[in-house]
T-cell receptor, first 110, second 115 residues
């Protein structure tokens, strides 16, 4: 079964700084990997997903993630943080039966 | 607009009560899921269903059961609620077999408090 591990339950960045949220996966088969975001008092929504078409995946709101098989990683990045990016981010993996990481709360400091 | 609707946003129940959490989707999705979300633990899969009357256990099925009598409706049942089942419960749905468009649609969640 595929599982994902998020490193860091809380990340703080200054507005305008690089955002890097880490996710590693374990699997022996080609993975299906996702990042979901949960804004305060809202439901989860898909940010981006990897389905083997391209290793660099672009999502909504300027986020992107790079699939690195050699490192079994799927880290989420954004070049310049905005206050509106403050949310909880979940890495997830699997086909049909999707399992989630513990989540990373992103705080953006003005 | 596609929708996954959970019947209650907040629910307060007493220990030992039988609790029903209802979820309805209007997207004709085959797959439906129940997760619980707890701080520091992320989302954990309780049960999922690939079709009407079919169900499979997720990672934490103990103390829960489910019912899927109609394609659009997936119910989570707590047979005898306990305080450790106090949590946010999230329902989700997705299309079966569509690898390129694999995506979960989530409801707004039900915050259940068991006293």
């Amino acid at each position: 079964a595929q599982s994902v591990t998020q490193l860091g339950s809380h990340v703080s960045v200054s507005e305008g700084a690089l955002v890097l949220l880490r996710c590693n996966y374990s699997s022996s088969v080609p993975p299906y990997l996702f990042w979901y975001v949960q804004y305060p008092n809202q439901g989860l929504q898909l940010l981006l997903k990897y389905t083997s078409a391209a290793t660099l995946v672009k999502g909504i709101n300027g986020f992107e993630a790079e699939f690195k098989k050699s490192e079994t990683s799927f880290h989420l990045t954004k070049p310049s943080a905005h206050m509106s990016d403050a949310a909880e981010y979940f890495c997830a993996g699997g086909y049909q039966k999707v399992t989630f990481g513990i989540g990373t709360k992103l705080q953006v400091i003005p | 607009d596609v929708k996954v609707t959970q019947s209650s946003r907040y629910l307060v129940k007493r220990t030992g009560e039988k609790v029903f959490l209802e979820c309805v989707q209007d997207m004709d999705h085959e797959n439906m899921f129940w997760y619980r979300q707890d701080p520091g633990l992320g989302l954990r899969l309780i049960y999922f269903s690939y079709d009407v009357k079919m169900k499979e256990k997720g990672d934490i099925p103990e103390g829960y059961s489910v019912s899927r009598e109609k394609k659009e409706r997936f119910s989570l049942i707590l047979e005898s609620a306990s305080t450790n089942q106090t949590s946010m419960y999230l329902c989700a749905s997705s299309l079966y077999g569509d690898r390129d468009n694999e995506k979960l649609f989530f409801g707004s969640g039900t915050q259940l408090s068991v006293l």
